[in-house]
């Protein structure tokens, strides 16, 4: 592994904590070496991630680092066999899980998020995290949408580079923030968007 690839992860894995996105040992990250992925270590504290806490893996076949990886590391393979990702970052926003209890997507109302995600689909499965039935269900969404959240436990995004994925997962946040704050003002929110009656059918 690179220190321009550790560099990343750790920039990463430093600013989900500081954006309060994950707690201290939640979350994971990941990105696809062709055959190969490299992914967070099981437990590893991404704001202080250091060269042991990356661990290669196959992207087919498991390996004896495969005991090291993240419990999520299934669904991370199934994404990368699913779907064109190249990254993917798994964390726990609080006000995108809050929302995820009440909606079955999440339709932002502000400038930003509604620019770069139109609608957030929300997902369930009785089990969570690194199940199978997460592995199945996620890679069939992310071929049409490049974040999906997981009720209850939070969003996967997928980007080229893990900055992309950690975009979408900031505005996703920030546009559930923006959200909760408007439904507490207790006014009719005013339009402003051209267009905004296709955002629920993209």
């Keep these: 592994m690179s220190s321009a690839v550790l560099e990343q992860f750790q920039q990463i894995g430093r600013d989900l904590f500081v954006a309060g ?4 040992h939640g979350g994971n990250l990941s ?4 055959d190969r992925i490299l ?15 990356i661990i ?8 004896a680092n495969v005991m090291l990886a993240s419990t999520e ?12 990702a190249q990254a993917i970052v798994h964390a726990h926003p609080p006000y995108a899980i809050a929302r995820s209890l009440m909606c079955d997507e999440i339709v932002p109302i502000d400038s930003e998020g509604s620019y770069l995600l139109h609608k957030v689909p929300v997902v369930h499965t009785e089990l969570t ?33 893990l900055e992309e994925a950690y975009q979408l997962t900031s505005v996703l946040e920030m546009a559930c923030r923006i959200m909760t704050i408007a439904d507490g003002l207790g006014e009719q929110v005013k339009e ?6 296709r955002y629920e059918t993209w």
Excluded at 39 to 53: F, N, V
Excluded at 56 to 63: A, I, K
Excluded at 192 to 197: C, V
Aim: aromatic share 6%; charged share 30%; net charge neutral.
């Design 56 to 63: 290669e893996t196959g992207l087919e076949e498991n390996d």
């Design 39 to 53: 992914i967070t270590r099981r437990g590893s504290m991404l704001a202080r991630l250091e060269e042991r806490d």
């Design 192 to 197: 402003y968007r051209k267009g905004s009656d």
């Design 21 to 24: 996105v994950i707690s201290s």
């Design 129 to 161: 995290a690194g199940s199978k039935e997460v592995a199945d269900l996620l890679p069939r969404w992310l071929k049409e949408y490049d974040i999906v959240m997981l009720r209850g436990h939070g969003p996967f995004a997928i980007g080229h580079l």
């Design 73 to 84: 590391i299934n669904v991370h393979r199934a994404i990368y066999q699913g779907t064109a």
């Design 31 to 34: 990105v696809r070496m062709g």
